[in-house]
């Protein structure tokens, strides 16, 4: 069975990394979603993509650099003028709490390549301890340090190395860091690539993919689970393929 993964929830529509954007997520079909976590001014672990604020907020500054309370207040659908009011960002715990009673697989990058959140990998292990969520969880990260942290921390919750670019023999590496999955960008893979990540025994989870033809054809060649904005027309796409 394909994992649809939900890239930011149902990031085509809906305001990125938003609750709102989780629950259409599910509403659409999804098995997982994907989303990505930052440390605020006072430790707290808030779901945001990026470093900076400005892009979804129109508020400039690292997100780093303000509190959990003045987070929480900000728009995070402000580009869509109006359509989506009140979709905050929101923590992790909020996630959870939200997350805990549904068929949902969370696929959580820990977004610490560019800055250094010291102890991110320790708190979300905790939270996810906390709600019961140690195998419904992947823990996922550009960083190779952060991925064999989180399996020294805790085995028992699996994780996924991502990469940007082309890595030599990135299934191998993946594995040597007790990864259990490793998440390319899709157009890096080409058939030798796949064969060398499925001789390494890794599942593959390639990102970011929204056309029909290109999920097919990555369905087709055996992936794990596919990484998407549009998590209804991937769940259209393989009740297609079921149904043949």
């Known amino acids: 069975m ?4 939900a890239h930011r929830g149902y990031s085509k529509i809906y305001p990125e990394n938003t609750m709102l954007a989780f629950r259409k997520a599910i509403e659409s079909g999804c098995d997982a979603i994907e989303l990505d976590v930052h440390q605020s001014r006072d430790g707290h672990i808030v779901i945001f993509h990026d470093d900076e604020l400005l892009r ?13 309370e003045q987070l929480r207040s900000m728009d995070a659908g402000v580009r869509y003028k109006g359509q989506y009011d009140g979709s ?4 992790l715990e909020e996630y959870f709490s939200f997350i805990r009673h549904q068929k949902i697989t969370s696929v959580i990058e ?3 390549n560019v800055f250094s959140y010291p102890d991110l990998e320790e708190k979300a292990i905790e939270m996810i301890r906390h709600f019961g969520l140690t195998e419904k969880v992947i823990l996922c990260s550009f960083s190779q340090k952060s991925i064999a942290k989180c ?4 085995p028992d919750i699996e ?18 860091l007790g990864a259990s999955y490793i998440h390319p960008r899709h157009l890096f893979l080409q058939p030798w690539v796949m064969r060398e990540m499925k001789r390494a025994g890794v599942g593959i989870q390639p990102w970011t993919v929204d056309h029909p033809i290109r999920m ?3 369905i087709a060649k055996g992936v794990s689970g596919i990484i998407t904005n549009d998590p209804k027309l991937l769940h259209n ?7 043949k």
Not at 151 to 154: A, G, N, S, T, Y
Not at 237 to 243: D, N, S, T, W
């Open 2 to 5: 394909i994992r649809n993964i």
């Open 56 to 68: 979804t907020t129109q508020v400039k500054g690292l997100i780093r650099d303000f509190t959990v």
């Open 88 to 91: 905050g960002i929101p923590t």
């Open 110 to 112: 820990l977004k610490n």
């Open 151 to 154: 399996h020294r921390i805790c």
């Open 159 to 176: 994780t996924a190395l991502l990469t940007d670019y082309w890595l030599h023999k990135g299934g191998s590496i993946a594995r040597s």
């Open 216 to 218: 097919r054809n990555l």
């Open 237 to 243: 796409v393989m009740e297609a393929i079921q149904e």
